[in-house]
C-alpha cells in the first residue's frame, strides 16, 4: 500500500493536469466550503480537516474497498484546526506586518478528504468542485508565491491523537523540503536552527527530537505536502504540522497561533526572501 501510495502522490502531486491545468489566480472556481486569502508573504497555511459542514446533496463517503487509516481511508476530524489556522493568519499579520496565503476547509471530512487523491478524497461526482477549489487555489498560491519570491513555506496544519503534548513534523524525512536542504543544508531541516527548532525554542514540545531526524510512520506527511512540497514541481517547501490536543483547545490556541507566528517569523528570517524578485 505505502508503493502504490508514494506512486500516487507522484503522478498526482507532479504530473497530472488536474493540478497543473487551472485558471489565472484572480478567476479560480470558488466555494462557499472553501475559504481562501491570497497574501502578501512567501507563506501559505492549509487545514483541510477541520471543517464541519455537510456537502449539499452529497452523501458521506463509505470508503468501500479501500484501505483505512494511515494513507488511506479516514473521516477522522482534526478539531479546532481551521480555528488555529484563522488565530495563526491573524498571529502572523501582527507580527510580519503583512497577511500570509491560506485555504481551510469548511466542509467536512466526512464528505471531502482534501488530503487525499481524488480517488480516495470523495465519491460522489457532486463534490468534485469543491475538492478541486480547494486544489486549485493552492495550487495557484504556490505557483505566484514561487513566482514572486523564488522560494516560500507552506504549513500544512492537522491534528493527531498520538502525542496530546506535541507538534509532530512531517516532510517524508525532508523530502518536501527538499529545496531549502540544498539551500541551506541539514540545519535548516533539522536542529537548533530548523523550524522545528526554532518552534521548540518557543516551548513547545516537538516530535521528532532526535538527530537523524526519523519522522512518526502514519504522520510523516500527506497528499497535500507531498503534492506541493519543493521535490515536485512547485518548488515550495512544505511541513505538516500534527498537532496535539493541547495546542487544539480553545483554551489555549491564541497561545500557540502566537508561538507559531514567532516561529514562522524567525524562520522566515533565516531562510526566506524580504522582498518580492526584482522583475528583468
Same mark, same amino acid.
Given at each position: 500500500?505505502?508503493?502504490?501510495?508514494?506512486?500516487?502522490?507522484?503522478?498526482?502531486?507532479?504530473?497530472?493536469?488536474?493540478?497543473?491545468?487551472?485558471?489565472?489566480?484572480?478567476?479560480?472556481?470558488?466555494?462557499?466550503?472553501?475559504?481562501?486569502?491570497?497574501?502578501?508573504?512567501?507563506?501559505?497555511?492549509?487545514?483541510?480537516?477541520?471543517?464541519?459542514?455537510?456537502?449539499?446533496?452529497?452523501?458521506?463517503?463509505?470508503?468501500?474497498?479501500?484501505?483505512?487509516?494511515?494513507?488511506?481511508?479516514?473521516? !477522522?476530524? =482534526?478539531?479546532?484546526?481551521?480555528?488555529?489556522?484563522?488565530?495563526?493568519? !491573524?498571529?502572523?499579520?501582527?507580527?510580519?506586518?503583512?497577511?500570509?496565503?491560506?485555504?481551510?476547509?469548511?466542509?467536512?471530512?466526512?464528505?471531502?478528504?482534501?488530503?487525499?487523491?481524488?480517488?480516495?478524497?470523495?465519491?460522489?461526482?457532486?463534490?468534485?468542485?469543491?475538492?478541486?477549489?480547494?486544489?486549485?487555489?493552492?495550487?495557484?498560491?504556490?505557483?505566484?508565491?514561487? !513566482?514572486?519570491?523564488?522560494?516560500?513555506?507552506?504549513?500544512?496544519?492537522?491534528?493527531?491523537?498520538?502525542? /496530546?503534548?506535541?507538534?509532530?513534523?512531517?516532510? /517524508?524525512?525532508?523530502?518536501?523540503?527538499?529545496?531549502?536542504?540544498? /539551500?541551506?543544508?541539514?540545519?535548516?531541516?533539522?536542529?537548533?536552527?530548523?523550524?522545528?527548532?526554532?518552534?521548540? !525554542?518557543?516551548?513547545?514540545?516537538?516530535?521528532?527530537?532526535?538527530?537523524?531526524?526519523?519522522?512518526?510512520?502514519?504522520?510523516?506527511?500527506?497528499?497535500?505536502?507531498?503534492?506541493?512540497?519543493?521535490?515536485?514541481?512547485?518548488?515550495?517547501?512544505?511541513?505538516?504540522?500534527?498537532?496535539?490536543?493541547?495546542? /487544539? =483547545?480553545?483554551?489555549?490556541?491564541?497561545?500557540?497561533?502566537?508561538?507559531?507566528?514567532?516561529?514562522?517569523?524567525?524562520?522566515?528570517?533565516?531562510?526566506?526572501?524580504?522582498?518580492?524578485?526584482?522583475?528583468?
Amino acid at each position: 500500500m505505502k508503493q502504490i501510495w508514494f506512486l500516487t502522490c507522484i503522478t498526482l502531486g507532479l504530473s497530472s493536469g488536474r493540478l497543473h491545468a487551472q485558471p489565472p489566480i484572480d478567476k479560480l472556481p470558488t466555494s462557499d466550503l472553501v475559504v481562501t486569502q491570497r497574501g502578501k508573504l512567501p507563506i501559505i497555511l492549509s487545514a483541510p480537516h477541520g471543517g464541519t459542514q455537510k456537502v449539499p446533496d452529497v452523501e458521506e463517503r463509505k470508503g468501500e474497498g479501500l484501505v483505512k487509516g494511515g494513507a488511506g481511508f479516514s473521516v !477522522a476530524f =482534526d478539531s479546532n484546526t481551521d480555528l488555529l489556522l484563522q488565530e495563526l493568519s !491573524a498571529a502572523i499579520e501582527a507580527k510580519m506586518g503583512q497577511k500570509p496565503y491560506f485555504v481551510y476547509a469548511k466542509f467536512s471530512r466526512k464528505y471531502i478528504d482534501a488530503n487525499r487523491p481524488p480517488e480516495i478524497g470523495y465519491e460522489n461526482p457532486k463534490a468534485k468542485p469543491i475538492y478541486e477549489a480547494y486544489h486549485q487555489t493552492l495550487a495557484a498560491y504556490c505557483k505566484e508565491v514561487q !513566482a514572486t519570491y523564488g522560494r516560500g513555506l507552506l504549513l500544512d496544519i492537522h491534528g493527531q491523537g498520538t502525542l /496530546r503534548d506535541s507538534i509532530i513534523r512531517g516532510t /517524508r524525512d525532508g523530502k518536501t523540503v527538499k529545496l531549502l536542504t540544498d /539551500r541551506f543544508g541539514q540545519k535548516a531541516h533539522i536542529g537548533p536552527k530548523s523550524f522545528f527548532g526554532l518552534l521548540a !525554542a518557543n516551548n513547545i514540545k516537538v516530535h521528532p527530537t532526535t538527530d537523524d531526524g526519523k519522522e512518526m510512520a502514519g504522520l510523516n506527511g500527506g497528499f497535500i505536502v507531498f503534492s506541493y512540497g519543493s521535490q515536485g514541481a512547485y518548488g515550495i517547501d512544505a511541513i505538516q504540522l500534527e498537532c496535539g490536543g493541547e495546542y /487544539r =483547545d480553545k483554551k489555549t490556541i491564541k497561545d500557540t497561533a502566537k508561538k507559531l507566528a514567532d516561529t514562522v517569523d524567525a524562520f522566515a528570517k533565516l531562510y526566506l526572501p524580504e522582498t518580492p524578485l526584482k522583475k528583468e
